[in-house]
Nanobody
Framework: QVQLEESGGGSVQVGGSLRLSCAVS???????????MAWYRQASGKQRELVAV???????TYADSVKGRFTISRDNVKNMVYLQMNDLSSEDSAVYYC?????????????????WGQGTQVTVSS
Protein backbone atom coordinates (compact mmCIF):
# COMPACT_ATOMS: atom_id res chain seq x y z
CA GLN A 1 0.00 0.00 0.00
CA VAL A 2 1.01 3.56 -0.72
CA GLN A 3 0.29 6.56 1.46
CA LEU A 4 0.35 10.22 0.50
CA GLU A 5 0.42 13.10 2.95
CA GLU A 6 0.13 16.77 1.99
CA SER A 7 1.50 19.68 3.95
CA GLY A 8 2.16 23.38 3.52
CA GLY A 9 -1.37 24.66 3.27
CA GLY A 10 -2.62 27.62 5.20
CA SER A 11 -3.85 31.17 4.89
CA VAL A 12 -2.22 33.75 2.69
CA GLN A 13 -3.11 37.16 1.34
CA VAL A 14 -3.87 37.88 -2.28
CA GLY A 15 -0.64 38.03 -4.22
CA GLY A 16 1.20 35.85 -1.76
CA SER A 17 2.86 32.51 -2.21
CA LEU A 18 2.69 29.05 -0.72
CA ARG A 19 4.55 25.85 -1.33
CA LEU A 20 2.73 22.58 -0.90
CA SER A 21 4.52 19.33 -0.30
CA CYS A 22 3.39 15.75 -0.59
CA ALA A 23 5.27 12.81 0.82
CA VAL A 24 4.80 9.42 -0.76
CA SER A 25 5.55 6.36 1.31
CA UNK A 26 5.17 2.63 0.93
CA UNK A 27 5.14 -0.24 3.37
CA UNK A 28 8.46 -1.87 4.20
CA UNK A 29 9.62 -4.42 1.69
CA UNK A 30 7.49 -3.14 -1.17
CA UNK A 31 9.03 -2.14 -4.46
CA UNK A 32 7.27 0.49 -6.47
CA UNK A 33 7.58 2.96 -9.28
CA UNK A 34 5.78 6.26 -9.51
CA UNK A 35 4.74 7.49 -12.90
CA UNK A 36 2.58 10.59 -12.96
CA MET A 37 2.21 12.73 -9.88
CA ALA A 38 -0.41 15.42 -9.74
CA TRP A 39 -2.09 18.11 -7.72
CA TYR A 40 -5.83 18.57 -7.71
CA ARG A 41 -7.98 21.05 -5.90
CA GLN A 42 -11.58 21.32 -4.90
CA ALA A 43 -13.14 24.61 -3.94
CA SER A 44 -16.24 24.72 -1.80
CA GLY A 45 -19.27 23.82 -3.87
CA LYS A 46 -17.22 22.99 -6.95
CA GLN A 47 -15.94 19.86 -8.62
CA ARG A 48 -12.43 18.64 -8.12
CA GLU A 49 -10.14 19.85 -10.87
CA LEU A 50 -6.68 18.99 -12.05
CA VAL A 51 -4.17 21.71 -11.24
CA ALA A 52 -0.90 20.26 -12.45
CA VAL A 53 0.68 16.95 -13.35
CA UNK A 54 4.27 15.86 -13.70
CA UNK A 55 5.36 12.64 -15.35
CA UNK A 56 8.20 10.37 -14.35
CA UNK A 57 10.19 12.07 -17.10
CA UNK A 58 9.31 15.46 -15.58
CA UNK A 59 7.03 16.53 -18.37
CA UNK A 60 4.50 18.95 -16.91
CA THR A 61 1.03 20.18 -17.71
CA TYR A 62 -1.03 22.84 -15.98
CA ALA A 63 -4.56 24.04 -15.84
CA ASP A 64 -4.97 27.26 -17.77
CA SER A 65 -5.97 29.07 -14.61
CA VAL A 66 -2.59 28.48 -12.96
CA LYS A 67 -0.19 28.63 -15.89
CA GLY A 68 2.65 30.99 -15.20
CA ARG A 69 1.89 31.10 -11.49
CA PHE A 70 2.19 27.52 -10.26
CA THR A 71 5.09 25.13 -10.66
CA ILE A 72 4.96 21.42 -9.99
CA SER A 73 8.14 19.51 -9.26
CA ARG A 74 9.22 16.20 -7.84
CA ASP A 75 12.12 14.70 -5.97
CA ASN A 76 12.51 11.03 -6.77
CA VAL A 77 15.12 10.52 -4.08
CA LYS A 78 12.87 11.79 -1.32
CA ASN A 79 9.66 10.54 -2.95
CA MET A 80 8.15 13.99 -2.79
CA VAL A 81 6.06 16.14 -5.07
CA TYR A 82 5.72 19.88 -4.64
CA LEU A 83 3.51 22.67 -5.83
CA GLN A 84 4.92 26.17 -5.72
CA MET A 85 2.06 28.65 -5.88
CA ASN A 86 2.74 32.30 -6.60
CA ASP A 87 0.57 35.36 -7.09
CA LEU A 88 -2.33 33.70 -5.36
CA SER A 89 -5.85 34.97 -5.78
CA SER A 90 -9.13 34.22 -4.05
CA GLU A 91 -9.96 31.84 -6.89
CA ASP A 92 -7.15 29.60 -5.69
CA SER A 93 -8.81 28.94 -2.34
CA ALA A 94 -9.52 25.23 -2.15
CA VAL A 95 -8.51 21.97 -0.61
CA TYR A 96 -5.49 20.73 -2.50
CA TYR A 97 -4.89 17.03 -3.00
CA CYS A 98 -1.88 15.22 -4.30
CA UNK A 99 -2.09 12.00 -6.21
CA UNK A 100 0.35 9.48 -7.57
CA UNK A 101 0.14 6.76 -10.17
CA UNK A 102 2.03 3.99 -8.43
CA UNK A 103 3.07 0.51 -9.38
CA UNK A 104 3.73 -1.73 -6.42
CA UNK A 105 5.11 -5.21 -6.11
CA UNK A 106 4.28 -7.12 -2.99
CA UNK A 107 4.94 -10.85 -2.76
CA UNK A 108 5.33 -10.99 -6.54
CA UNK A 109 1.96 -9.37 -7.08
CA UNK A 110 2.18 -6.26 -9.23
CA UNK A 111 -0.51 -3.63 -8.95
CA UNK A 112 -0.96 -0.20 -10.44
CA UNK A 113 -3.41 2.41 -9.29
CA UNK A 114 -3.81 6.02 -8.30
CA UNK A 115 -3.35 6.96 -4.67
CA TRP A 116 -4.63 10.10 -2.98
CA GLY A 117 -3.74 12.18 0.00
CA GLN A 118 -6.20 13.60 2.49
CA GLY A 119 -5.80 17.16 1.27
CA THR A 120 -4.56 20.44 2.68
CA GLN A 121 -6.55 23.65 2.90
CA VAL A 122 -5.39 26.77 1.10
CA THR A 123 -7.22 29.98 1.89
CA VAL A 124 -6.43 33.19 0.04
CA SER A 125 -7.87 36.35 1.53
CA SER A 126 -7.76 40.03 0.74
Amino acid sequence: QVQLEESGGGSVQVGGSLRLSCAVSVVSGSIFRIKDMAWYRQASGKQRELVAVISDERSTTYADSVKGRFTISRDNVKNMVYLQMNDLSSEDSAVYYCSADCTTRIDNVVSRRDYWGQGTQVTVSS
